[in-house]
Structure formats: C-alpha cells, structure tokens
C-alpha cells in the first residue's frame, strides 16, 4: 500500500496551491477566484504576457516556472485533467498588458479545446492571442487519423525559458509564436518507468509491472508505454532513450543542443545524473555538443519512477536565451 501526505484527494491541489504560493509568496501569487497562479509583481505593460497551463500533478510544472524570465501565469487544472475555459481566461485577462498573450499549451485534446474557448472569447475584446503548441513525445510519433499526435512533454520547459526570455527583451508576440514553434519542432523527447504511479488517495497503481521489466515510452499522466522492456543497468537504459531521440532529429557533426534529463517524480537526483552522464557520452560520440543542461525533476508523473531525456536543437540565438536571466520557484539562474 502507498502511503501520501494526503487530506481529501478532492482538495489536494487546492492545498498545494495555498502552500505553494505562501512559500514564494516573493515570486508569485495564487489568484484564488479565477483559480491561476501569476507573478507577485506584474511584468511592465507593452510586454507580451507569457501563459502555460495542463493538469496538476506534474509540479514543479507548470507554476513553477512563473516568475522573471518565464512565465506571466500559469493555470493548473485537477490532477492530470485540463483546467476550464474559464480558468484560460482569466488568466490570459490578467497577463495582458497590451501587447497581446501567447498561449503556450502541451498537445492534449482538453488543453487545446479549452484554451482556444478562452482565446476566442479574449479576442472578442481586442487581447492578440498567438499558441505555440508543443509535441515532442517520440512514443507518440505514428500516422495515424485517429491519433492527436505527438503528446506534449518535457520539451515545454525550454519554449517556456527560450521564449520567456525573448518576450522580457521586448520581442513581439509573432516573434514569440515563430520562436515557440522553432524550438517546439526541434525537439524529441522519449520516457521510461521503472514503476508506475499512483494518484492522491489511491494504494494501487496506475498499471502493473514485473520485478525485471520497465514500461518504455510512458506517458505523463501514467499511460502505458509502447512496449514492455527488461530491466537493465543505466548505461543501457539511456541508451535506449537518447538514440531514437537523436535519430529522429538526424544529430550529427557540429550540431548543438540542450539536455533534459527529467526525473518523473520518484527518481533521485543521483540516478538521474548517472542516467546524464551516459547520455552526454552518446553525443559525444555522435560529435554532438551537449551546449547546455538541466537534470532533476522538472515535469513530474506524481510519484512515478522513471524518468525522460528530451533533446533540443540550439544555435547561438537560442542559447543567448537560455542563459539569459530567469528568477523563478523552480528555475533560477
């Protein structure tokens, strides 16, 4: 049996909200009514307001990264459900500072449909709204007319930083969306699990493993993967994430990238960056630069073991931006 720091499921994120906003009570603010966090101190007016939001459950995203050099808001919805049109709206209402909102949303069917609600509805009132749309999960990556498409991951992490930077320099909100869109299709992420997850206030997980198997290509809210592995040692498992993910986005000589090795919320930071070390290893031997690097958890799976590499394509633009300073809950450079 699992055992959670846990009240009533039904108020987790409710609670958490409160916690986390009087914890960083200096960087952002829980708007209680329209149900979004955004900064504490409101951008200038004439910059572009920088929104992103999904299901809770995969803390620190996306309220974590609302802050200098990231995010205006970002709207939480229940666990691993969409947040309401209602919320997208209000929020996109409060970042507005003239300058138009760009809406920065992972490739899922509920987060599209109630964002562009949202948007329509701002756009009524003369609020310019553009949407960058991230879908980077390689496990998903098939032609199918039934299928979404690519499900939207760990990649959101750099548009979210890549673009709040450029929209802190004053760029436009076109620039911002081509910016989104660039470094969205530049970008392939692939995710494993060594055990699955459970949600607030169950003891059973979300699917069953073997003691000597692995779910590869996992989703983030506990969706089953794309096939069922063996269990083997580090070097191995990354291997097996980093090489279809550098093959899809044909890495070679010369190339630049940034490394996202991302804990999905039961993985410690020690296994993550021998999991790290051995990716870095296989660019190396791709001649691939690994320019730049985040290890830890960044986009969870509530209590999942396991963990993601994402890769994305820099060039000296985007890595300006990166480096550029942020001051945010989860991201501070």
Avoid at 33 to 55: D, I, T
Avoid at 283 to 306: K, N
């Amino acid at each position: 049996m699992r055992r959670q720091f846990v009240n009533d499921p039904h108020d987790v994120v409710r609670e958490a909200l409160e916690g986390f906003a009087r914890a960083n009570a200096h960087l952002v603010r829980w708007d209680r009514e329209g149900n979004f966090v955004a900064r504490a101190q409101p951008a200038a007016a004439g910059k572009v307001g920088l929104l992103a939001g999904g299901g809770s459950g995969h803390e620190p995203l996306h309220g974590g990264f609302v802050g200098i050099g990231m995010l205006d808001a970002a709207v939480p919805g229940a666990i691993f459900s969409s947040p309401t049109a209602a919320q997208f709206e209000a929020a996109t209402r409060a970042v507005d500072g003239g300058a138009g909102v760009l809406h920065i949303l992972k490739n899922y069917t509920g987060d599209k449909l109630n964002a562009g609600i949202a948007a329509e509805i701002a756009a009524e009132d003369g609020i310019a709204i553009e949407r960058v749309l991230v879908d980077d999960d390689l496990a998903t990556d098939f032609e199918d007319d039934r299928s979404p498409g690519r499900r939207g991951t760990a990649a959101v992490i750099a548009v979210e930083k890549l673009c709040g930077a450029a929209a802190e320099r004053g760029a436009s909100l076109a620039d911002l969306a081509a910016l989104g869109r660039r470094v969205a299709e530049g970008s392939r992420s692939l995710a494993l699990a060594l055990s699955p997850l459970a949600h607030p206030g169950e003891s059973r997980p979300s699917f069953e493993l073997g003691d000597d198997e692995i779910e590869f290509g996992v989703g983030i809210h506990g969706e089953r993967g794309i096939d069922r592995r063996p269990f083997a040692p580090a070097d191995e498992l990354a291997r097996q994430l980093v090489e279809p993910v550098a093959d899809a986005l044909e890495l070679g000589e010369g190339d630049q990238v940034a490394v996202i090795v991302n804990g999905l919320g039961a993985t410690t930071n020690l296994e993550l960056q021998v999991v790290f070390a051995e990716v870095a290893r296989r660019l190396d031997a791709r001649g691939v630069q690994t320019a730049r690097a985040l290890v830890g958890p960044y986009l969870t799976a509530l209590d999942m073991a396991g963990c993601s590499v994402t890769l994305v394509r820099m060039d000296a633009e985007t890595l300006a931006l990166w480096d550029a300073p942020v001051r945010t809950p989860a991201l501070t450079w």
